[in-house]
């Protein structure tokens, strides 16, 4: 089978993990054209709360990324303002719809069906966040073992000797 581009044609190759990032070349007439294949084979993935499996996309868009990011840097507010259906929305677009139909109901729930906000939900989503290829920043624990730094965060070199040793 070969793929058709106006004056070029190019082998398919099978889809395939090992292929992504490959350079191959097609012809246009007497001309060779270098084309990098960003072709995926896309694989669900799934997380298990309790008794329930949830099964996540495996690849999202640019909306979905972006409500992700956004819910993760607000879960706080949002949970004192009652606001579940931003947090449901979300997983409506991370989760197949059994899945985000059974996650919503978890997350509204009161007693032991309840997903745990701080064990579970904020876990959950800093996962996703890292399967997805984003760098989610981890909250601050509620307390702390040393006293604050005067720069208020740690340095790189905290807790080093400026002292070389020969």
Known sequence: MTTSLPG???????VDEDIVGTVT???????????KDFTLKVKKFGFR????????????????????????????EALRGGEYSQIAEV???LLDEA????????IKARGADTIDVKRQLMPVIYW?????????TQLSSDSSAGSPSATGGTTSTGGSSTEASV
């Open 8 to 14: 070029t044609t190019v082998a398919d190759a099978p």
């Open 25 to 35: 070349s097609v012809t246009d007439g007497d001309d060779e054209i270098e084309i």
């Open 49 to 76: 709360i309790d008794r329930d499996v949830f099964v996540a996309h495996a690849a999202l868009g640019l909306p979905a990324m972006q409500d992700l990011v956004r819910v993760s840097r607000g879960l706080g």
């Open 91 to 93: 997983f409506q677009e």
């Open 99 to 106: 899945s985000a139909a059974r996650f919503t109901e978890r």
């Open 128 to 136: 996703l966040m890292e399967k997805h290829g984003l760098r989610p």
